[in-house]
């Protein structure tokens, strides 16, 4: 059964730092394009970063410089490092897989195939 089972959410204070881990099973992280999403209460799920099959990385805006996307191949994980965390970063993240064009990322999450659960992050003021 293919599976991406987040970890490494929780409650920081404002300007800390979390790593977020995307574990996959039957698929192939470095085979297919991995997203992060957000969705805080009361607003629509939004693209955080994203890693390609070719290496390539895309950021929101919003996260540039605080937030890097990686990936390791023999754990079959993406990582999500999120530093100087601010209070509108907190929100439940998922990671997602698509398996088609995967050499480019898309901010639509229509695009993904397969979604985990989600981890909150809740960064405090």
């Known amino acids: 059964q293919l599976q991406l089972v987040e970890s490494g959410g929780g409650l920081v204070q404002s300007g800390g730092s979390l790593r977020l881990s995307c574990a996959a099973s039957?698929?192939?992280?470095?085979?297919?394009?991995i997203h992060w999403f957000r969705q805080a209460p009361g607003k629509e799920r939004e693209g955080v970063a994203c890693i390609t099959r070719g290496g390539g990385v895309l950021y929101a805006n919003s996260v540039k410089g605080r937030f890097t996307i990686s990936r390791d191949s023999a754990k079959n994980t993406v990582y999500l490092q999120m530093n100087t965390l601010k209070s509108e970063d907190t929100a439940v993240y998922y990671c997602?897989?698509?398996?088609?064009?995967?050499?480019?990322?898309?901010?639509?999450?229509?695009?993904?195939?397969?979604w985990g659960q989600g981890t909150q992050v809740t960064v405090s003021s």
């Open positions: 997602a897989a698509r398996i088609r064009n995967t050499h480019y990322c898309s901010t639509d999450d229509r695009e993904s195939d397969y």
């Open positions: 039957r698929l192939t992280v470095d085979q297919n394009a």
